[in-house]
């Protein structure tokens, strides 16, 4: 099993900057793809961010492509997205995925076992 638990969302000004954190706990070990997805309000959960730990690989929406940047501290087992320039269509309830298989569809949320709680992100004008 893997616990994970997001924080770090907020209230913040368009143009403006976040952090999100998640942190794992459990089987760690056996994490193999850590994900960020979003949620707003009637609206179906999409793909944000993608970290694969073999071979440090990073995939990202094109929404957020050259603004939101995905990392990890393995000591900590923790993992980040640097949200920058936000606007206000980035509003959402943030969550973090994990999964422990050797190959995943990273931008499908089926294909992730694990999830946080979510923490919201609200971006105003």
């Known amino acids: 099993q893997v616990q994970l638990v997001e924080s770090g969302g907020g209230l913040v000004q368009a143009g403006g900057s976040l952090r999100l954190s998640c942190a794992a706990s459990?089987?760690?070990?056996?994490?193999?793809?850590m994900g960020w997805f979003r949620q707003a309000p009637g609206k179906e959960r999409e793909f944000v961010a993608a970290?694969?730990?073999?071979?440090?690989?990073?995939t990202y929406d094109d929404s957020v492509k050259g603004r939101f940047t995905i990392s990890t501290d393995s000591s900590k087992n923790t993992v980040y997205l640097q949200m920058n320039s936000l606007k206000r269509e980035d509003t959402a309830v943030y969550f973090c995925?994990?999964?422990?298989?050797?190959?995943?569809?990273?931008?499908?949320?089926?294909?992730?076992?694990?999830w946080g709680q979510g923490t919201q992100v609200t971006v105003s004008s």
């Open positions: 970290y694969k730990r073999s071979g440090g690989i990073t």
């Open positions: 459990g089987r760690t070990f056996d994490i193999n793809y």
């Open positions: 995925a994990a999964e422990t298989a050797t190959w995943a569809n990273v931008r499908s949320p089926g294909a992730y076992e694990y």
